[in-house]
């Protein structure tokens, strides 16, 4: 099964959630008046659309209807189809991979599926002939760091780690010589998810920022956050308040293929403007894929073999 595939299986619950409902409302309405939109808004605000981003669609079918752009309900699907893709499409989406070595910080707050999704990059990486070199600067949880070791052996690439309790800016200026003396593409580093402690948070991230500052003035650096699909509107909060202490360049989200709340990919690019740059539909390596705006919309509005 190719991945688009196991997108669309894995979006079947967000399916049913968001584009059943609509075809069902659409089948039962003579026309587009403020009954049927008001039902759309609520559809939408229950599959995590969110508000604001749903105030956005509700105004765009609407005015749409009134300039005849839409001439009845059976258009306003292949309306919010089109209108979804041009919305989440994204120039920002590819990772930045660039000059010796990259590096990619991940940041989340625990039990996202942080480490999984590090493990998967470094296997892909490695395949695509990348030296990958790995972090692991979450020194808050001993389990953490012997997660990512558990990765680094699997993957076939190589991990820095220091003991539980040693200062995680450390751990990454010991990454970085370890990945220059071998001539590392890639580093990634994994990082503690105490969103809780904000002060501490941006505190340790600040000093890590400057130690690879310092260290690589020229390379390419990107912030992923990984996200929860599963928890909807909790998800955009968290991506809000990371956004506040880090410099977020792309959002990995995991865990979409057991979720009703896919729709949260809408709201996180559209009212923080942050890209999603990965999505995860499985435990597999391979499932965790490049999100792709075009067929993640496919995925929603196309029905598989269910």
Known sequence: MGFFERLKEGLSKTRRNFTERIQELVSFSASI???????????????????KTTEKLIKAVRDAAKKNEIKGTEEVIPFLKKYLSDMLADSGQRTRIGAKPTVILVVGVNGVGKTTTIGKLSSQLKAQGKKVVLGAADTF??????????????????????VEGTDPASVVFDTIASAKSKGADVIICDTAGRLHNKKNLMDELAKIYRVIGRELPEASL????????????????????????ADITGIVL???????????????HNELNIPVKYIGVGEGIDDLQRFNAKEFVEGIFQAGDE
């Open 141 to 162: 949880r001993a389990a953490a760091i012997d997660q990512l070791g558990i990765w680094a052996e699997r993957s076939g690439v190589t991990m820095v780690k220091s």
């Open 222 to 245: 990107e912030t992923l956050l990984v996200l929860d699909a599963a928890t909807g509107q909790n998800a955009v909060n968290q991506a809000r308040e990371f956004k506040n202490v």
């Open 33 to 51: 008046d403020e009954d049927f939109l008001e039902e759309l808004e609520m559809i939408l605000l229950s599959a995590d659309v969110g508000v």
């Open 254 to 268: 995991t865990k979409l293929d057991g979720t009703a709340k896919g729709g949260i990919v809408i709201p996180i």
